[in-house]
Nanobody, 123 residues
Framework: EVQLQASGGGLVQTGGSLRLSCSASGFTFTDYSIGWFRQAPGKEREGVSC???????YYADSVEGRFTMSSDNAKKTVYLQMNGLKPEDTAVYYC?????????????????WGQGTQVTVSS
């Protein structure tokens, strides 16, 4: 069974950093695409960063230059390093997976989801 778990959220001040982790199990890690999504109160879920099974990447304009994805295939874990955090980054962050190498940035293309981790950035 496909299982995902997001962790690493917390409370930081503006300009601070956090590293989120998404641990995966139940599938061939390198055959899947992984996406990070976030949802703030009163807002729709949005794509933050995604990586396809063949290495194509996507970053939302709002996080370009501040967030970076990386992976550890041996640990079957994807990371999201978040630097220069802003209050508008406050949201619940989710990791999700889909079967295939084509990069999609829409949440409805990802059938498997982990539980979210809360990121709060104070002014």
């Amino acid at each position: 069974e496909v299982q995902l778990q997001a962790s690493g959220g917390g409370l930081v001040q503006t300009g601070g950093s956090l590293r989120l982790s998404c641990s995966a199990s139940g599938f061939t890690f390198t055959d899947y695409s992984i996406g990070w999504f976030r949802q703030a109160p009163g807002k729709e879920r949005e794509g933050v960063s995604c990586v396809s099974g063949i290495g194509d990447t996507y970053y939302a304009d709002s996080v370009e230059g501040r967030f970076t994805m990386s992976s550890d295939n041996a640990k079957k874990t994807v990371y999201l390093q978040m630097n220069g955090l802003k209050p508008e980054d406050t949201a619940v962050y989710y990791c999700a997976a889909r079967d295939g190498s084509v990069l999609y940035t829409s949440s409805d293309q990802y059938p498997w989801w982990g539980q979210g981790t809360q990121v709060t950035v104070s002014s």
